[in-house]
């Protein structure tokens, strides 16, 4: 079992940047695969990025392409999302997720869920 803590969050102009961290618990951090999600206001949750158990694969929903950044580090138990010239669409609460099946991106087929961290990007 895997509990999520995931923070980072906060307010930024447009073009600005932020970096969500999301620390794990547990020992096998490492068998799962690291997910960020993003809900916005009125919005259904989305899929934004999702790095594999070993960090070498990565995949982007289009939205987060060329701006955003999913990485991980196994020996601290934690994954990232660097979002550089964030736009004021991309203002949502944004959820880390874990799963112990390959590079999914539907949300339903993630176990477990950090709280969750505010962005608000302001034009």
């Known amino acids: 079992q895997v509990q999520l803590a995931d923070s980072g969050g906060g307010s930024v102009q447009a073009g600005g940047s932020l970096r969500l961290s999301c620390a794990a618990s547990g020992r096998t951090f490492s068998t799962y695969a690291m997910a960020w999600f993003r809900q916005g206001p009125g919005k259904e949750r989305e899929f934004v990025a999702v790095?594999?158990?070993?960090?070498?694969?990565?995949k982007y929903s289009d939205s987060a392409k060329g701006r955003f950044t999913i990485s991980r580090d196994n020996a601290k138990n934690t994954a990232y999302l660097q979002m550089n010239n964030l736009k004021p669409e991309d203002t949502a609460v944004y959820y880390c997720a874990a799963s112990d099946i390959f590079l999914v991106v539907v949300s339903t087929l993630y176990d477990y869920w950090g709280q969750g961290t505010q962005v608000t990007v302001s034009s």
């Open positions: 790095v594999s158990h070993n960090g070498n694969i990565t």
